[in-house]
Each structure stands twice: as structure tokens, then as C-alpha cells.
């Protein structure tokens, strides 16, 4: 039995919708809603002492971490691989994922958070509810990082280098896309479940024709992937939520001066 805890927007929750759908698994979903604190009750961290989503619970076992997760259900259940085999192609494959892991998330949720998210927590919070979301973030770095978005927007200290990091991710894909149909080679992989919902962010964010569009590579992986039918499974029909994706695209229309300014000074 396969239970998922995820939240429909999270990228990392997307990614691993994205490689249960590529492998046609049925699964219980447990939908986290993060404004509520939900990933920080006390059940919750039994599951996920990190508070974050997704948790993937097999047979009652939970499993953390989306790239892990990932590579679990490629390992665990039959189906069409999810990683080359070709020991070189699968190094690629992990290049790729690992650089989720290091940078690419964190430089995502920075720009997520200084450019719209912080207006949701100002207009629903007060300062005490603030303070107390904050206090409940397990982890000392996420909840300054956290803090810093909030409260300075789109002066955060790391927005600029969180920009450029992604920009440096889609010179990097394009590069890579241009000998190859997927990011690791001739077949499709984990590489590119994993790099699609910070593709799509960037496009929800209203940021696709500053970054996106100038990438004819990207653009055309992109459309393979939205061909898929786990795309649709994974990423539209339910969890598809228009109302989140258009905050996300009007705070990035009000922002794209100031994001523009700061993509250009290098």
C-alpha cells in the first residue's frame, strides 16, 4: 500500500506525483495544507521530522527526501526504468538530480517566497501567527531564509543569486538538450521528473518569457514533457490549482521591473 502526504503545488510533492504516474501506481493521497501547519503537527513529524512534504509511506514504512523517494519507487515497483542503464547516462542522471538537492530548491523556494508567497503570510497573518510559523520551522537556515523572504520581499539578500542560479540551471539544460531528447541522454529519466516543476515555477512566477522562451531546447522539452500523460496525472486535472498560480503570476507582474534589474546585474 502506498500512501503519499503532499501539498498540490509543491515542487518536490510534483516530482514524486510525476514518477508514481510514470509507473501507473495507485496510491492514498494525504493533502498537506502547509498555511495550517499541517506539516508541522505532531503526527506529521513522526512521518517527516523535517516538516516538509512529500512523505511516501510503503506498507507503513515512510520514506523522505523527493529525490530518494524517487529512486525508490524506480527501484521498488515494475514499469518502464526511470534511470539509464548505462552506468555514465546514470551518473548524468544524478548530476542533474543532486543539483536539486545542493542549490536549485533552495534557490527556487527563496524566489517563490521574496516575490509572492510573503503577501499570502502578510495578508492572512498577524506578527504573533508570523513569529509562530517561523518558530515551528525545524531547521535554523530554512526558517532565517524564511524569515528573510517575509519580511524583505524582494530586498532579500539571496533573491539576486537565487535568480541567477536558476538562469544558470536553464543554460545548463539548454546546453545539455541540444545533443539529446532528455536531460540525460536518449531516454527519458528521473533527471527531467525532477527539473520540470522548477521549469514550471519560473512560468507560473510569469518569468517564461524572460528565462523559458530565450531557450528553444528548453522549450521543446518542455512541451515533450507536458505531452506525457503523467503530466497530466501529476501536475494538472485535481492538482492543478489556478487560484495559486495566478497569485504567483500577478506578485511576479508587479515584481518584473525589480526581478529584470537584478537577473541584469551580474
Known sequence: MLELYHNAMSVCAQKVRLALAEKGLEWTSHHMNLRNKEQFSEAYLALNPNGVVPTLVHDGEPIIESTIINEFIDDAFAGAPLRPEDPVRRAHMRYWTRQL???????????????????QFLELHDEKAIEELLA????????ASKRFGIEKGMDHPELQSSLLRLE???DNMEDALRTARWLAGPDFSLADIGLV??????DHLGLGNLTIERRPNVCRWLDAMRSRKSYEEAILGRWDDQAYVANLK??????REAILLRMLSR
Do not use: C, F, W
Open 136 to 143: 515551528a520551522v525545524p531547521n535554523a537556515k530554512r526558517r
Open 250 to 255: 500577478e506578485k511576479g507582474a508587479q515584481a
Open 168 to 170: 544558470k540551471m536553464l
Open 101 to 119: 538537492d545542493d542549490t536549485i530548491h533552495a534557490a527556487t523556494s527563496v524566489v517563490t517566497l521574496s516575490i509572492a508567497i510573503r503577501h
Open 197 to 202: 516543476p522548477y521549469v514550471l515555477r519560473l
